[in-house]
């Protein structure tokens, strides 16, 4: 009975881990958003390539388009991009947040 309870204990604590941490709002490990340079992108055709693009120059995780006459919230994360288009889906405005 005397090993079964040590083997059991063991046992446990092998399947013990450490806890998982939560991801926190607007945090994205290794994307914080950098607008700067992304002007050549107004004036383009706001489409998944150009998108992927202002994605990968402002090292953001999240990709927010902005099409005229749409809410958005007003939380900021560190994390998103965000692409203002007009009527005719041409970038006007870049901004982090």
Do not use: Y
Request: aromatic share 6%.
């Amino acid at each position: 009975m005397r090993h079964f309870l040590l083997f059991a204990s063991v046992l446990m604590g092998a399947c013990s881990t450490a806890p998982a941490q939560s991801p926190i709002h607007g945090v994205t490990p290794g994307h914080k958003c950098d607008a700067a340079g992304t002007d050549r992108f107004v004036g383009q055709k706001g489409t998944s390539e150009t998108g992927a693009a202002i994605k990968k120059a402002t090292r953001a995780a999240v990709l927010r388009w902005a099409p005229p006459g749409i809410m958005l919230t007003m939380d900021f994360r560190e994390d998103r991009v965000t692409v203002w288009l007009d009527s005719a889906n041409a970038i006007t405005k870049i901004r982090c947040g």
